[in-house]
Antibody, heavy 118, light 110 residues
């Protein structure tokens, strides 16, 4: 079974750093792009960026370029999303998803809730 | 890269059909046959329902269908059932290895 399992919920203070993870299993992790999607409370889905774990080629949405860093460690089939200095506005659910050659996302991870509050 | 435009809400009675539109531009929906649709129930992760505009993944009911005309893609759900009540999102390739989502549509089954 193809599966993406994300790390658990985080509660952080403004200015702190954070790295959340997404571990793939049941398929060749290095052969598919992994995407990250933000969902702010009560809002819609926003495409943040993608990474190809095979060579770490990364693309960002202009809205998130410079705000987050996407990385991957293919040796442990894990992709990451990290912040160097969190803001309250980063409070959201973050999903990872495998991107197929048809450019759709399937499957999705269960989501990681990030709460940033002083 | 602006979000694709979807109606905020649609509703229908059990057994009826509804259609959700997703309007983009000639730079995304209009240029590529790479629109996908996702269903999201409250508190759950999104689920792929349609890809490449009109194809259904294995396991998705044939009550779900997709189409495209110009810069607008559409998702139609026929024979509405209570379990179809959810949020629906479209997503399109926008060139240069980027994607854009729609704002989402809340489907209410009356």
């Amino acid at each position: 079974e193809v599966q993406l399992v994300q790390s658990g919920a985080e509660v952080k203070k403004p200015g702190e750093s954070l790295k959340i993870s997404c571990k793939g299993s049941g398929y060749s992790f290095t052969s598919y792009w992994i995407g990250w999607v933000r969902q702010m409370p009560g809002k819609g889905l926003e495409w943040m960026g993608i990474i190809y774990p095979g060579d770490s080629d990364t693309r960002y949405s202009p809205s998130f370029q410079g705000q987050v860093t996407i990385s991957a460690d293919k040796s442990i089939s894990t992709a990451y999303l990290q912040w160097s200095s969190l803001k309250a506005s980063d409070t959201a659910m973050y999903y990872c998803a495998r991107q197929l050659q048809t450019r759709c996302f399937d499957p999705w991870g269960q989501g990681t809730l990030v709460t940033v509050s002083s | 890269q602006s979000a694709l435009t979807q109606p905020a809400s649609v509703s229908g009675s059990p057994g009826q059909s509804i259609t959700i539109s997703c309007t983009g531009t000639s730079s995304d929906v209009g240029s590529y046959n790479l629109v996908s649709w996702y269903q999201q129930h409250p508190g759950k992760a999104p689920k792929l329902m349609i890809y490449e505009g009109s194809k259904r993944p294995s396991g998705v009911s044939n009550r779900f269908s997709g189409s495209k005309s110009g810069n607008t893609a559409s998702l139609t759900i026929s024979g509405l059932q209570a379990e179809d009540e959810a949020d629906y999102y479209c997503c399109s390739y926008a060139g240069s290895s980027t994607e854009v989502f729609g704002g989402g549509t809340k489907l209410t089954v009356l």
